[in-house]
């Protein structure tokens, strides 16, 4: 994964330092950290609704969003849910932004638009997949900004006593074997979790247990044996200090997904400079920072807000 220090990240720095600081509180009266209050140079460009997944990295991510836009003069309102499904009822409807992963949407859209069936959009660079599925955002209205090098797909892992046990390192090992996999609650039949684990790898997934994407249920409950397999990302931090290892997609299942703000077509015409704001965060996030502040949330317990700050901070975007 590589740093892009490109002319868009140039011109969002800038713009964020003649915008100054938002001078509004944040909906709910949670302040974001680093915003000054006592400053009046950005104008109030008024609400700007924020939603997506609830786990970790998702809400770390939403929580750059909302501090980078507070700065910029608007006021977030940041609402969080378990499934995409649910924020996408209402995308781009009632939702301005949401932060996403280019293979997630597009892919959700194919699903919608063809059937859960559909055969998926599998192409491993981000921005082919993003022209791949350029149709499909457009009759839904949302918009793409820039990618960020960073990456983080589906992953999924077994114990280290497991691996070494059964002679398991890559998903394909595990063809005709039995195992319960705890996963989130959209893993059912979707191509990219349950559905390309049964059809694609041949393992018998006798049951899914709707416990979270990374989340401290689904870890304990491969820990404790109730599941043998259990859904991650790539950028977890967690795994090794658990005793716990992701297996290899030797089939690339995985399709990429590369972080991406996807915004309601018609609230950018409406406020265009979000697309420097946001683009310039894109441009500096890496895989490996992805990596490094999601332990820091999940491992040193540093709340979303505290490390989106300090990442910000230092890359000089605020």
Known sequence: MHVRRSLAAALAVG???????AGSDLSEGSDSPGADDSSSAAADKGPISISGQSFPEAALVAAMYE?????????PDVKLVDTRDAYMATFPDSIDVVPEYVGGIVNFLNSRENGAKAKPFTAGDGAELAT???DLLDAAKITLLDQSAATDTNAFFVTKDYSESEGVTKLSDLKGKSVVLAAAPDCEGRLDCE??????????VTKVLPLGYASDQTYQSVIKGE????????????????GLVVLED???IQPAQNLVPAVSSAFLEQHPDVADVLNGL???????????????VAVDRKTPEEVAHSYLDSAGLL
Do not use: R
């Not at 713009?15 to 600081?21: E, H, K, M, R, V």
């Open 132 to 134: 791949q599925g350029a």
């Open 67 to 75: 501090e980078l836009l507070t700065n910029a003069g608007y006021q």
């Open 227 to 242: 599941a043998q397999l259990g859904e991650t990302s790539t950028t977890d931090g967690t795994l090794e200090s658990q």
């Open 15 to 21: 713009s964020l330092f003649l915008a100054g600081c």
């Open 282 to 296: 894109m441009a500096k996030l890496t895989t490996e920072d992805l990596t490094t502040l999601n332990g820091e």
């Open 195 to 204: 559905g390309g684990l049964s059809d694609q790898y041949g393992i018998d």
């Open 250 to 252: 030797d089939m690339q």
